[in-house]
């Protein structure tokens, strides 16, 4: 295994993990289904964490899983509002020796759970991530295996890296910055839709001297816990990061009225992130510190289409940001505007790869393109928009539109017509398998770029779909601020760590860009230090006669 050297100011040489392929009679197909198998009817038995203490309450749960909600994949515990705190005071004490450790060695942790995930535990975490969150395998391997990887292993260059911005020193002094974690604790807040997320939320904030209180979400337990066990197994010491599943509101309650609360780093929905800020805003007297707000909320992501594109480009792109996932990506393309003069062919080439799309079960057979959506919760929100859709005047189910919750949650992959640019389905966020396409008479392109731009509260991806240059450089300053992350010919979904930093502002979140240079910054409280090598000896000025 790589043992990573780094030494203060050393550069540190790192790549993008690369995707496996899971080809027939690969050794990482082997392995995958190896790891499926073991897996297959268990139930894993995940505890809180406090420590080195596994604490079990009275409240028990279970993660199911999505494409077969009769297979308890873990049972686990919520922890209550007495071991939150006792998570936050063990958490606290060990704070200060874990800031005082040199950055390399904190790095190094990373880079070796990144080593672990890349190598020995690969087929556990992406097995773990298919069953429990309904992820297909490539889904799987750009999520919890690559990503991951990649977040770990470029914060932990980045943090490295930055004690090299050092400030100038003068004459007879020298001026250091110190890179210290913040004065508390960190609460992550995790979502389900990506491994990676937890392990990056509650992780990078841990290496820059932090520690934390790690939240995973109910439907991602399984993999979570994988993760944090390999932090652990990689020199993660106690009580850095704790490990507690939680109800929202309790956790919520919790933390935030602690004095101690120092930052929340939070992946999931708007009226949740808008909760907490509420409740630090209203607890302010109580900490010592302004905690730091980080989150990331979700999209209205479109996909605009002029008359000069690639038709290839738009249909094949538009199919797997929509559909991959389920459409259970922050990133996902739900909305899609597409000249008239071009509308029936792609209107046909969508419906020709539509009846090819097979949702299944991602675990049996590995042709399946998506698999059920997360839940319960998820299956009969997206159902509400479906039946809408059939009830509406001004929308038309051109493709899919059913649903089924028997054996799991499942959505068919829906394509929906509206004559209405305005309407709810185009503006408000769905998380599930719908595509909604306005169709615009080709020659108002203009007035569509900026009906883009006002019609959702949110602004994280978006794309623009078109060969004319002049169109191309048009759109770029009319939906400047309509997304985080904005592609050209090509699909709203698939940042990559390190190449496409990833979040956006408005209802979407406060953009920190993890994957970024800059992420790691938000996750410090630095000290500027001067040290004088001349003795005082003078307090009149010169002037003064």
């Given at each position: 295994?790589?043992?990573f050297?780094?030494f203060?100011?050393?550069?540190v040489?790192?790549?993008?993990?690369?995707?496996?392929?899971?080809?027939?009679?690969?050794?990482?197909?082997k392995?995958?289904?190896?790891?499926l198998?073991?897996?297959?009817?268990?139930?894993?038995?995940?505890?809180c964490?406090?420590?080195?203490?596994?604490?079990?309450?009275?409240?028990?749960?279970?993660?199911?899983?999505?494409f077969?909600?009769?297979h308890?994949?873990a049972?686990?515990?919520?922890?209550?509002?007495?071991?939150?705190?006792?998570?936050?005071?063990?958490?606290?004490?060990?704070?200060?020796?874990?800031?005082?450790?040199?950055?390399q060695?904190?790095?190094?942790?990373?880079f070796?759970?990144?080593?672990?995930?890349?190598?020995?535990?690969?087929?556990?975490?992406?097995?773990?991530?298919?069953?429990?969150?309904?992820?297909?395998?490539?889904q799987a391997?750009?999520?919890?295996?690559?990503?991951l990887?990649?977040?770990?292993?470029?914060?932990?260059k980045?943090?490295?890296?930055?004690?090299?911005?050092?400030?100038?020193?003068?004459?007879?002094?020298?001026?250091?910055?110190?890179?210290?974690?913040?004065?508390?604790?960190?609460a992550?807040?995790?979502?389900?839709?990506?491994?990676?997320i937890?392990?990056?939320l509650?992780?990078?904030?841990?290496?820059?001297?932090?520690?934390?209180?790690?939240?995973p979400?109910?439907?991602?337990?399984?993999?979570?816990?994988?993760?944090?066990r390999?932090?652990?197994?990689?020199?993660?010491?106690?009580?850095?990061i704790?490990?507690l599943?939680?109800?929202?509101?309790v956790?919520?309650?919790?933390?935030?009225?602690?004095?101690h609360?120092?930052?929340?780093n939070?992946?999931?929905?708007?009226?949740?992130?808008?909760?907490?800020?509420k409740q630090?805003?209203?607890?302010?007297?109580?900490?010592?510190?302004f905690?730091?707000?980080?989150?990331?909320?979700?999209?209205?992501?479109?996909h605009?289409?002029?008359?000069?594109a690639?038709?290839?480009?738009?249909?094949?792109?538009?199919i797997?940001?929509?559909?991959?996932?389920?459409?259970?990506?922050?990133?996902?393309?739900s909305?899609?505007?597409?000249?008239?003069?071009?509308?029936?062919?792609?209107?046909?080439?969508l419906?020709?790869?539509h009846?090819?799309?097979?949702?299944?079960?991602?675990?049996?057979?590995?042709?399946?393109?998506?698999?059920?959506?997360?839940?319960?919760?998820?299956?009969?929100?997206?159902?509400?928009?479906?039946?809408?859709?059939?009830?509406?005047?001004?929308?038309?189910?051109?493709?899919?539109?059913?649903?089924?919750?028997?054996?799991?949650?499942?959505?068919?992959?829906?394509?929906?017509?509206?004559?209405?640019?305005?309407?709810?389905?185009?503006?408000?966020?769905?998380?599930?398998?719908?595509?909604?396409?306005?169709?615009?008479?080709?020659?108002?392109?203009k007035e569509?770029?900026?009906?883009?731009?006002n019609?959702?509260p949110?602004?994280?991806t978006?794309?623009?779909?078109a060969?004319?240059q002049?169109?191309?450089?048009?759109?770029?300053?009319?939906?400047?601020?309509?997304?985080?992350?904005?592609?050209?010919?090509?699909?709203?979904?698939?940042?990559?760590?390190?190449?496409?930093?990833?979040?956006?502002?408005?209802a979407?979140?406060?953009?920190?860009?993890?994957?970024g240079?800059h992420?790691?910054?938000r996750?410090?409280?630095?000290?500027?230090?001067?040290?004088?090598?001349?003795?005082?000896?003078?307090?009149?000025?010169?002037?003064?006669?």
């Amino acid at each position: 295994m790589t043992r990573f050297k780094t030494f203060p100011c050393a550069e540190v040489e790192v790549k993008n993990e690369p995707v496996l392929g899971f080809k027939e009679g690969s050794p990482e197909r082997k392995e995958l289904v190896k790891a499926l198998e073991s897996l297959k009817g268990k139930t894993e038995e995940i505890p809180c964490v406090v420590g080195d203490e596994h604490v079990w309450t009275k409240d028990i749960r279970y993660q199911l899983s999505p494409f077969n909600h009769s297979h308890k994949v873990a049972k686990f515990c919520y922890a209550d509002k007495e071991l939150i705190n006792k998570a936050i005071l063990a958490s606290v004490a060990a704070r200060r020796e874990w800031d005082l450790k040199p950055i390399q060695d904190r790095a190094q942790i990373l880079f070796k759970a990144a080593d672990v995930i890349s190598g020995p535990k690969r087929a556990e975490v992406l097995a773990k991530t298919m069953i429990g969150q309904g992820k297909t395998v490539v889904q799987a391997e750009i999520d919890a295996a690559a990503e991951l990887i990649d977040f770990f292993r470029f914060n932990a260059k980045h943090a490295v890296e930055l004690e090299k911005q050092q400030p100038l020193d003068s004459e007879g002094s020298t001026n250091t910055m110190l890179y210290r974690g913040l004065e508390g604790f960190v609460a992550a807040v995790a979502p389900f839709n990506f491994t990676a997320i937890g392990g990056n939320l509650a992780g990078t904030p841990a290496m820059m001297g932090n520690v934390v209180l790690w939240k995973p979400s109910d439907t991602a337990m399984s993999a979570s816990y994988a993760v944090y066990r390999v932090l652990r197994e990689s020199g993660l010491p106690p009580n850095i990061i704790q490990f507690l599943p939680a109800d929202g509101p309790v956790f919520g309650d919790a933390i935030t009225s602690s004095e101690h609360l120092a930052g929340i780093n939070f992946t999931g929905s708007v009226p949740t992130f808008k909760r907490l800020w509420k409740q630090v805003a209203q607890n302010l007297d109580v900490y010592r510190s302004f905690p730091r707000l980080a989150g990331e909320c979700g999209g209205k992501n479109f996909h605009f289409v002029h008359k000069s594109a690639d038709v290839d480009s738009v249909v094949t792109g538009t199919i797997r940001s929509a559909f991959e996932y389920g459409g259970q990506k922050c990133s996902a393309c739900s909305r899609m505007y597409v000249p008239d003069s071009m509308w029936p062919q792609i209107r046909q080439r969508l419906l020709d790869i539509h009846k090819h799309l097979a949702v299944g079960d991602p675990v049996e057979d590995f042709r399946t393109f998506f698999s059920a959506v997360i839940d319960d919760k998820s299956f009969s929100r997206i159902k509400k928009w479906l039946d809408h859709a059939k009830s509406s005047p001004n929308l038309k189910v051109i493709a899919g539109g059913n649903c089924d919750d028997k054996k799991g949650y499942f959505v068919e992959p829906t394509i929906i017509e509206t004559t209405d640019p305005q309407e709810a389905i185009m503006s408000e966020e769905i998380f599930g398998p719908v595509l909604t396409v306005y169709v615009y008479p080709e020659n108002n392109y203009k007035e569509v770029l900026h009906l883009i731009d006002n019609t959702s509260p949110y602004a994280l991806t978006g794309a623009v779909f078109a060969q004319d240059q002049n169109v191309i450089d048009e759109a770029a300053k009319v939906l400047r601020n309509a997304a985080g992350n904005y592609y050209v010919n090509d699909k709203s979904t698939g940042s990559i760590v390190a190449q496409q930093p990833f979040g956006g502002a408005r209802a979407s979140g406060t953009n920190d860009k993890p994957g970024g240079p800059h992420y790691v910054l938000r996750w410090t409280s630095p000290q500027v230090v001067k040290q004088t090598y001349v003795p005082l000896r003078e307090w009149k000025y010169p002037y003064m006669g």
